[in-house]
């Protein structure tokens, strides 16, 4: 692996001087005693404390040169200079200058020890980044021994998120790290694991692992190569992210039915998912959020309503889930988030789901003839129903809810009367969206009653400039999107 080992920190700027005013004698020695300070008394020199920080900062990284220092044109300072810097006027304004960048102080900033934050400041690593920057070293010098003694999990993790940021995680540093990630496998976007960074794994890590994500991990198949011993089972898996990974086989999903601790099961875009993969999690009493974007078969949405603990259902862009489908889950009663936005068969909810506080149907079929549902749906806080074919009964449904705080309704027939009825009946609304509906400027007469509103999206032809009126009592409005508006 070519690694550009440049990377791997922010060098500081040279060795700041005191910000004092030269112009002040006593000022222009304690400037000096920052860079070299003559022991009078025992008639040596002290090291510069820039030249010591020098020395420091090799460590722990042996192969960064250390940077060059300034040094005074007499080699020396005397006593008879009273400790007065021999560095040149010009030289004295930079180190002052860039002293000043930083903070106004003037501590020498040298090395390799500092970084830059986001605000442009320089601030000193911690003894944690630091042990994690010697490691990753080491690891991408191909010293395998490295890590031979134990290793905290905490201390592995931040090493394996380190190497994952900076691009330079391969199959061997993870195997090396694999026995001390006792809790977490974090291998989000690394688009190079295959099965056979799994093979022969320590059981340790495997009975203790808690959180796997290997989400855009597109060549995985299994988690374990026919030419090693693959992973059977992970007893104390809570959570579990495969999103799209689009090769993962049937035997990976079945695996899980052991996880019998799985809280949360990611398996949106794995388009090699079916029925039999799904019949395996029926065990998983304790499942609270299931996510399955973009799946196709029919029939696998059937053994989701088994998981009677589900709390967080996300079916977006299931476009073959329908009515036998949505009959199935009728049985979550702990519902409280259902996602369906682009399952363009669905429209009918089922009223046992009175739990449910986000319910997202934009772009389904949920229609005008499906609104009475929303009457015993009494907990919603959002409600999105973006493009649906619903028209006045609905809107005064919508109007009923008393707890709903985020509403939308964009590219559907609402009217100016259907949004004042819902802006009396719901004062609270903190989001609303009612982009290219058929509101007008009599319609945002009601806007003024929601005083608690923080977003407004309101891209609409017939709004003209005379709305902006009512917008004027919106005191806490934070967003507004008038795109659109004449």
Same mark, same amino acid.
């Given at each position: 692996? $070519?690694?550009?080992?440049?990377?791997?920190?922010?060098?500081?700027?040279? *060795?700041?001087?005191?910000?004092?005013?030269?112009?002040?004698?006593?000022?222009?020695?304690?400037?000096?005693?920052? +860079?070299?300070?003559?022991?009078?008394?025992? /008639? =040596?020199?002290? *090291?510069? @404390?820039?030249?010591?920080?020098?020395?420091?900062?090799?460590?722990?990284?042996?192969?960064?040169?250390?940077?060059? +220092?300034?040094?005074?044109?007499?080699?020396?300072?005397?006593?008879?200079?009273?400790?007065?810097?021999?560095?040149?006027?010009? /030289?004295? !304004?930079?180190?002052?200058?860039?002293?000043?960048?930083?903070?106004?102080?003037?501590?020498?900033?040298?090395?390799?020890?500092?970084?830059?934050?986001?605000?442009?400041?320089?601030?000193?690593?911690?003894?944690?980044?630091?042990?994690?920057?010697?490691?990753?070293?080491?690891?991408?010098?191909?010293?395998?021994?490295?890590?031979?003694?134990? @290793?905290?999990?905490?201390?592995?993790?931040?090493?394996?998120?380190? +190497?994952? !940021?900076?691009?330079?995680?391969?199959?061997?540093?993870?195997?090396?790290?694999?026995?001390?990630?006792?809790?977490?496998?974090?291998?989000?976007?690394?688009?190079?694991?295959?099965?056979?960074?799994?093979?022969?794994?320590?059981?340790?890590?495997?009975?203790?692992?808690?959180?796997?994500?290997?989400?855009?991990?597109? =060549?995985?198949? !299994?988690?374990?190569?026919?030419?090693?011993?693959?992973?059977?089972?992970?007893?104390?898996?809570?959570?579990?992210?495969?999103?799209?990974?689009?090769?993962?086989?049937?035997?990976?999903?079945?695996?899980?039915?052991?996880?019998?601790?799985?809280?949360?099961?990611?398996?949106?875009?794995? $388009?090699?998912?079916?029925?039999?993969?799904?019949?395996?999690?029926r065990g998983l009493v304790h499942l609270k959020s299931l996510e399955l974007v973009r799946l196709i078969v029919v029939d696998r949405i059937l053994q989701i309503g088994q998981l009677m603990s589900l709390q967080v259902l996300v079916i977006r862009g299931c476009q073959?889930?329908?009515?036998?489908?949505?009959?199935?889950?009728?049985?979550?009663?702990?519902?409280?988030?259902?996602?369906?936005?682009?399952?363009?068969?669905?429209?009918?909810?089922?009223?046992?789901?009175?739990?449910?506080?986000?319910? +997202?149907?934009?772009?389904?079929?949920?229609?005008?003839?499906? *609104?009475?549902?929303?009457?015993?749906?009494?907990?919603?806080?959002?409600?999105?129903?973006?493009?649906?074919?619903? @028209?006045? =009964?609905?809107?005064?449904?919508?109007?009923?809810?008393?707890?709903?705080?985020?509403?939308?309704?964009?590219?559907?027939?609402?009217?100016? *009367?259907?949004?004042?009825?819902?802006?009396?009946?719901?004062?609270?609304?903190?989001?609303?969206?009612?982009?290219?509906?058929?509101?007008?400027?009599?319609?945002?007469?009601?806007?003024?009653?929601?005083?608690?509103?923080?977003?407004?999206?309101?891209?609409?032809?017939?709004?003209?400039?005379?709305?902006?009126?009512?917008?004027?009592?919106?005191?806490?409005?934070? =967003?507004?999107?008038?795109?659109?508006?004449?």
């Open positions: 692996m $070519s690694v550009n080992f440049n990377q791997f920190y922010v060098p500081a700027p040279l *060795a700041a001087a005191s910000s004092a005013s030269p112009s002040s004698d006593s000022s222009s020695s304690g400037s000096s005693a920052s +860079l070299s300070s003559p022991d009078v008394r025992s /008639g =040596r020199h002290r *090291a510069p @404390l820039s030249q010591a920080l020098a020395n420091y900062v090799s460590f722990p990284f042996p192969f960064v040169k250390k940077p060059k +220092l300034r040094k005074n044109p007499n080699g020396k300072t005397g006593n008879g200079d009273k400790g007065k810097s021999k560095i040149p006027r010009d /030289g004295q !304004q930079q180190c002052q200058a860039s002293g000043q960048r930083l903070h106004g102080g003037a501590t020498p900033l040298v090395g390799e020890h500092w970084r830059k934050t986001p605000t442009g400041a320089y601030v000193p690593l911690t003894l944690l980044e630091l042990s994690v920057r010697n490691i990753c070293t080491q690891l991408l010098m191909d010293q395998p021994d490295v890590l031979q003694g134990a @290793l905290p999990t905490e201390l592995a993790t931040s090493v394996l998120q380190w +190497l994952r !940021q900076h691009h330079a995680l391969g199959k061997t540093q993870f195997q090396i790290l694999a026995p001390f990630l006792l809790y977490e496998w974090n291998l989000a976007g690394q688009t190079d694991v295959e099965d056979s960074w799994f093979d022969d794994l320590p059981s340790t890590p495997l009975q203790h692992v808690k959180n796997i994500d290997v989400s855009g991990c597109h =060549r995985l198949q !299994q988690l374990g190569s026919e030419w090693g011993r693959p992973v059977v089972e992970l007893p104390s898996l809570t959570i579990a992210c495969f999103q799209d990974c689009t090769k993962l086989s049937c035997d990976s999903i079945e695996m899980l039915q052991f996880s019998t601790k799985l809280t949360q099961l990611n398996l949106s875009g794995c $388009s090699s998912v079916n029925d039999g993969c799904l019949k395996a999690l073959d889930i329908g009515d036998d489908g949505m009959r199935s889950l009728a049985g979550l009663t702990e519902l409280t988030y259902f996602d369906a936005r682009h399952c363009g068969q669905v429209h009918s909810i089922p009223t046992e789901w009175r739990q449910l506080q986000v319910l +997202l149907l934009g772009y389904t079929a949920f229609a005008e003839s499906d *609104a009475a549902v929303l009457q015993h749906l009494l907990n919603l806080r959002e409600l999105e129903l973006r493009k649906c074919r619903i @028209l006045k =009964r609905g809107f005064q449904f919508i109007s009923r809810l008393p707890k709903l705080e985020r509403l939308g309704l964009a590219e559907t027939a609402l009217t100016d *009367a259907g949004l004042l009825e819902i802006c009396n009946g719901i004062p609270y609304l903190r989001a609303l969206n009612i982009s290219n509906t058929e509101i007008s400027d009599a319609g945002a007469v009601g806007l003024a009653k929601l005083k608690e509103l923080r977003i407004l999206r309101m891209d609409a032809p017939g709004i003209t400039n005379r709305a902006l009126a009512n917008l004027s009592f919106l005191s806490r409005l934070e =967003r507004l999107d008038l795109f659109g508006a004449k």
